[in-house]
T-cell receptor, first 116, second 116 residues
């Protein structure tokens, strides 16, 4: 079946540094990937929609200069949290669309970011 | 605007009991998808079901069943003969049909604990 991976699965960084999270579709091509954020014991909130070869579309209230998204290939999207602060600590989950099959969204296992 | 309400924040039942998780949604679209996902403690989202708004037939999959009532905008999920492995957070979600950019709107989730 369709598999989406994320790397790293968890990361701890110091305040002010930048962190890059990768999302890969392992056995299918994903023209669209989505990035979600989940705070502890809360729901998933869509941050942005990433389309291969074009700029990401950010949801209202999400700072595009802080959360840089690059979708340079059909199997890889990256989310870079720039100048991270403790309030950015969260669980980041990506999903990828597989239009060649069922157009389902397949979710990655998530990346837990802790900013100290 | 789309909205998904899961009024039950937490539910605890004794193993082998049946349990129903409620989901009520709001949308102005006439065509949409409804989903249920399971999120165990590991964090990874597990897809359970997708239902098209035109298909109001109830569905059964093993111990799981879903009741879609368009008249009341509800998409409830029942687990029969619950097991400890069913303990997780369950999310109901709604997606518009916007070819290429179907964004998921998640409910706040219901934390289900099965007591052995």
């Amino acid at each position: 079946g369709a598999v989406v991976s994320q790397h790293p699965s968890w990361v701890i960084c110091k305040s002010g540094t930048s962190v890059k999270i990768e999302c890969r579709s392992l056995d299918f091509q994903a023209t669209t990937m989505f990035w979600y954020r989940q705070f502890p014991k809360q729901s998933l909130m869509l941050m942005a929609t990433s389309n291969e070869g074009s700029k990401a579309t950010y949801e209202q209230g999400v700072e595009k200069d802080k959360f840089l998204i690059n979708h340079a290939s059909l199997t890889l999207s990256t989310l870079t949290v720039t100048s991270a602060h403790p309030e950015d600590s969260s669980f980041y989950i990506c999903s990828a669309r597989d239009y060649s099959l069922t157009d389902e969204q397949y979710f990655g296992p998530g990346t837990r970011l802790t900013v100290t | 605007a789309q909205k998904v309400t899961q009024a039950q924040t937490e539910i605890s039942v004794v193993e082998k009991e049946d349990v129903t998780l409620d989901c009520v949604y709001e949308t102005r679209d006439t065509t949409y998808y409804l989903f249920w996902y399971k999120q165990p403690p590991s964090g990874e989202l597990v897809f359970l079901i997708r239902r098209n708004s035109f298909d109001e037939q109830n569905e059964i999959s093993g111990r799981y069943s879903w009741n879609f009532q368009k008249s009341t905008s509800s998409f409830n999920f029942t687990i029969t003969a619950s097991q400890v492995v069913d303990s997780a957070v369950y999310f109901c979600a709604l997606s518009e049909v916007n070819f290429g950019n179907e964004k998921l709107t998640f409910g706040t989730g219901t934390r289900l604990t099965i007591i052995p």
